[in-house]
């Protein structure tokens, strides 16, 4: 759900990093976080554990600039990928703009990206979203391992309705932004539909 | 899905700005923001040049978020006030009309109890102003009129435009 606000010339979208528990959704914000100016960013938050497994969420507010003279504003949050955590995971979904699902190349874990698929559509489903409807975006993350499914299985596996997708190697930013631009693309001509209807 | 985006308009935010200041010296307190219950920072008044609102705004709405879960299990429809001590400053977060949450900052300036009684009106005023707000938005969907959108014209270039 955005928020538009012809008060203070600002817009403020929601988009949720998803993906199985190690996929690199806290990565791809970090990576993010470390690549931007520091005037359009604000502070990351990580509700991390001990160990820097996510908890609740990671929270990286990203000032893009303007449009058509509105400052343009993406809160970018990451779910905990953990099973056990789907409580918190429901929550973060609460009025999204915007999805990236950040899948784990490797091959043991095409099963954990097909579950984490799955369970995104169903927790989506219960906040009144289509997965099908809604600005989406699909990351092939950890492409520099050696043990990895090729792209074109991971599509067929995770992206049947062929939404951009990317391959991507968080850790040294390969693809990062490609998908954030992506989906940032995706969700402001959402709302332009949204105002056209 | 966009049918409940949130706008905001001039005439309302200069009312809800009003209020919130209006609470602030009447409670006593450091800082006043209201925020959306997905997170954004809708306004803020007081003392907050050295305070990351942004990050506050994203954390209170994660709080109120993760109590309504809890509210939800126990069959409580929600817990509508949160109250957090500390040794200098003190928080209390209140719900308003099931869709904004607003945040009173206190120290020993203040007490709970005034920050409660402030807070009970405070919540009356701007419940009224944010179901105007919705009223109006709705009437603008309906007749079709609209402050100029930004969204009108925008091409792939502004969007392009964005990441420099």
Redesign the interface.
Known sequence: ?????????E??C?IVFYGPGLCGKTTNLQWIYKKTNPDSK??M?S?ATETERTL??D?L?LA??E????K?RF?LYTVPGQVFYD??R???L??VDGVVFVADSQIERIEANIESMENLRVNLAEQ??ELE??PFVVQYNKRDLPNIVPSSELRCALNPRNVPDFDAVATEGTGV?DTL?SI??LV?????K???? | MLGSDLVMYEEEFKQIDAELQRLLQQANAKVVFLVDKNGQLIAATGETENLDTTSLASLTAGNIAATGGMAKLLGEKEFSILFHEGQRDNIHISIISQRVILVVIFDQRSSLGLVRLRVKKSTETLGNIFNQLLQKVEHEKVSGKREESPFAEITDEDIDKLFG
């Open positions: 759900m955005s928020f538009i606000n012809y008060s203070s010339r817009i403020n929601k604000g502070k938050i509700l609740f969420f929270f507010p893009l600039g449009i058509r003279g509105f343009t809160h409580a918190s429901k929550l973060i609460k009025g009144g979203y409807k809604i932004f631009k940032a693309k402001i001509m959402e709302l332009k949204g105002h056209e209807a």
